[in-house]
């Protein structure tokens, strides 16, 4: 939906080589840092036993236990022999997909950002803040398969900024996400629900757990017109015209519910996290919901 087009401004064009390192930030990467450090969190949610580095903790030794295993000074202090237990720490794989359908280049404010520049945001910070706690982070469409360390941020920078695509409206892809791994969705979710459902439905199969975030301007929500309006999609290939924009609110409003109600059992159905997240609040909050989001996954 569109009464009122309002352009994404585009972040600038990123180095392509490992030079970018070096230099400038470019410019969503340096806001998707500063986001991501305002962000107060704790350890990410992998802690369990297992092949690791860093120390765990302290159990008592079973039968089995291997004698290089015993910390013997620990055990000297006791009755019992303790093993000196190591976090687990393989790193998990998590795709991210950003809609660049021209639906999400919709503001209902020149001073707001549009939903295409808070989703794409959201998710470069949460891949900061992922590939920060060790994780391996991606793309679900594999322009960029899932990697860890800064250069797959710079790659990341990269896919975000591309032009948006052509069509109206997006819906996900799911072909290349790896058995086991997460996945993150952010879109407004105005197309075809079917596309979301067959993604979903691929993701079920591998095996793949994730959250859909719903991306919205309050315009969307609060549906504000009145009188003559022309209401234009965002590629131009859908165009209403009413004079009594008004008399439509109620509709719409149950319509746009009837939709989140649908997403919500998709993502009910395929063991996935739903919400909705506006353009209007501030991003700190759903960058800190999905990041928890993922943690229940682990």
């Known amino acids: 939906m569109s009464a009122t087009v309002q352009s994404s401004a585009r972040p600038a064009g990123l180095r392509r080589s490992a030079e970018a390192l070096a230099a400038t930030l470019p410019p969503l990467l340096a806001e998707a840092r500063h986001l991501a450090a305002t962000v107060q969190l704790g350890e ?23 004698a290089r295993a015993i910390d013997w000074r620990r055990s000297a202090r006791a009755d019992v022999q303790f093993v000196r237990e190591k ?6 794989s998590v795709h991210l997909w950003v809609d660049d359908a021209r639906s999400m280049e919709f503001t209902g404010d020149p001073k707001r950002q549009a939903k295409a520049d808070r989703a794409r945001l959201l998710a470069l910070s949460l891949g900061v803040l992922l ?3 060790g994780e391996r982070v991606g793309l679900a469409d594999g322009i960029a398969p899932p990697r860890s360390g800064e250069v797959q941020l710079l790659r990341l920078s990269e896919a975000f900024t591309r032009p948006a695509g052509e069509t109206d409206y997006g819906a996900p892809q799911a072909r290349a996400m790896l058995a086991g791994s997460r996945a ?9 629900p079917a596309g979301v459902e067959g993604a979903l439905a691929q993701a079920a ?31 131009g290939t859908l165009i209403h015209e009413t004079r009594k924009a008004g008399d439509l609110r109620d509709r719409y409003r149950a319509r746009l519910e009837e939709r989140k109600e649908r997403l919500r059992h998709l993502a009910r159905t395929a063991g996935w996290l739903f919400t909705t997240h506006h353009t209007g609040d501030p991003a700190q909050g759903a960058l800190l919901w999905l990041y928890a989001a993922l943690r229940k996954g682990s």
């Open 44 to 66: 990410h949610g992998r802690r369990r036993a297992g092949m690791g580095d860093e120390f765990w903790q302290y159990r008592a030794a079973h039968a089995g236990d291997e």
């Open 131 to 133: 590939i920060r706690a």
């Open 205 to 235: 199969d591998k095996g793949v757990t994730g959250v859909l975030m719903q991306v919205l301007d309050p315009v969307e929500e609060a549906f504000p017109f009145d009188g003559r309006t022309i209401f234009e999609s965002m590629g």
């Open 87 to 92: 976090e687990w720490q393989a790193a998990q």
């Open 184 to 192: 993150v969705f952010l879109s407004d979710f105005m197309g075809d």
